[in-house]
């Protein structure tokens, strides 16, 4: 496998009863409408295996070059990859972008996929866009900034602004006599460079896999799960590049929460009632995983952000004693405990473990209302964090009155924030906010 060209990349290909090599060059434009075909494929709730795949990218390819038969005057031509043979996903195999599995991107493409996503976030982020908030007193940290302050006793002599501190005593001499070298130095004319500390963050994202975090976006293209998916991807890589020390974990939940390998993203999937009772939307489960996974985290900061487009519908009864007085109360309530089968099919199918904790479910559903036993029990979980030092905030994709004012009335109670917001805007305010919470600037105290 030869390495991309500055302009192209090649591959050879050996054909069997001939000596020849047939060569075949595909341009860096074709690589990257092939690897965006592949997000856009990897996101969808159904995703398509490595057949399908094949027959998905081979229309692109062919399309492409279709085009540039039409456009005589074009810079470089697509060359038809069928000509060779091979399967256009056997050559992504070969270049490492492709595997045969269920879960077919590998990590160089799940990298250079999110990489892209990234950059067209970080191009779309306005100066003073979403999820600023620092404080405006500075201290003693670990990263230089331009700015200076005079020295105090006891600061890190290796931060001195040399040339401001002859400057100042220059200054200081020519006021009262002639200047003469060597320059004398008094301790006021002692400059250093500002710090602020970059603080190590740990985030657990909680997002709602509920049924209704399919339905489409205000423009039509994908759905909420997908657009919260690709803000995830291009946020872990950015997690990875540039602050390898901080700690990004994701929880994926319905009426039970599962842990999700970071890797799994593009792959999560919501619930639908073919899911024995899992297409709930249970914040209690979120939290209770969070907090058990945050609790042997050593970061210093450490945060939950939650992305749903409901109210919570499900919770966990803790004994046979709370269940008979619910049952008093409204004799048809339904309870839901996964079965072995069950768990065995998500397993197979998804790839997830269910963290049951041998806990029974309350669902209630109320249309735009919160069963008071649900509402009850999601409070009480959520100041458990709180009073682990845990910020919880809550990124709500809906614009019904009535689960914003629940959301707020929740983050209210916590100290937390809510964001209301298109879920199109989504990865513009994760990748913001989590940028900007990395800045803990300190008072000089």
Request: aromatic share 8%; proline share 3%.
């Amino acid at each position: 496998m030869l390495q991309p060209r500055s302009k192209n990349f090649v591959y050879f290909l050996n054909q069997e009863n001939d000596n020849k090599t047939s060569n075949t060059e595909v341009s860096n434009n074709m690589l990257q409408k092939i690897l965006q075909t592949m997000a856009k494929q990897a996101l969808k709730e159904k995703t398509p295996d490595v057949q399908e795949l094949d027959r998905i990218l081979e229309g692109i390819v062919q399309q492409s070059h279709e085009k540039s038969e039409i456009q005589q005057n074009q810079e470089e031509k697509e060359t038809d990859i069928q000509g060779t043979g091979e399967s256009i996903t056997k050559y992504l195999q070969k270049i490492g972008y492709l595997k045969e599995e269920k879960k077919w991107l590998t990590n160089k493409a799940f990298f250079e996929i999110g990489g892209k996503l990234l950059h067209d976030v970080m191009k779309s982020i306005s100066e003073g866009g979403f999820g600023f908030h620092e404080t405006k007193n500075v201290g003693t940290g670990s990263v230089v900034m331009d700015t200076t302050k005079k020295l105090e006793l006891g600061d890190d002599i290796r931060n001195l602004n040399v040339p401001q501190t002859i400057l100042n005593s220059i200054q200081r001499i020519k006021k009262s006599s002639e200047i003469k070298f060597p320059i004398s130095l008094n301790i006021d004319d002692f400059e250093e460079f500002e710090t602020i500390e970059e603080s190590k963050v740990a985030v657990v994202y909680c997002i709602d896999l509920s049924s209704t975090m399919k339905y489409s976006v205000n423009s039509g293209e994908g759905s909420r799960i997908e657009a919260a998916k690709k803000a995830l991807w291009a946020l872990y890589v950015l997690n990875k590049k540039f602050f390898p020390n901080d700690s990004i974990y994701v929880v994926g939940f319905g009426s039970l929460a599962s842990e999700v390998d970071p890797y799994d993203i593009p792959y999560l999937k919501t619930y639908d009632a073919n899911d024995n009772f899992l297409h709930y939307t249970n914040y209690q489960a979120a939290f209770r995983l969070a907090l058990k996974i945050l609790k042997h985290d050593g970061s210093q900061n450490k945060r939950i952000m939650m992305i749903t487009d409901g109210q919570p519908s499900a919770s966990f009864i803790d004994n046979e004693s709370q269940k008979k007085d619910i049952l008093s109360d409204k004799p048809y309530s339904h309870f839901y405990k996964p079965d072995e089968a069950t768990l065995l099919k998500l397993q197979n199918e998804r790839d997830i473990k269910l963290d049951i904790g041998g806990e029974m479910v309350y669902l209630c559903y109320r249309y735009r209302q919160v069963d008071p036993v649900i509402d009850a029990k999601t409070l009480f979980e959520a100041k458990k964090c709180k009073r682990e030092g845990i910020e919880i905030d809550t990124i709500m994709v809906s614009e019904e009155v009535e689960l914003l004012s629940y959301v707020e009335g929740l983050e209210r109670q916590l100290k937390g924030r809510a964001y209301y917001i298109n879920p199109e805007n989504i990865d513009k305010i994760l990748i913001t906010d989590f940028i900007s919470n990395k800045k803990k600037i300190l008072s000089s105290k």
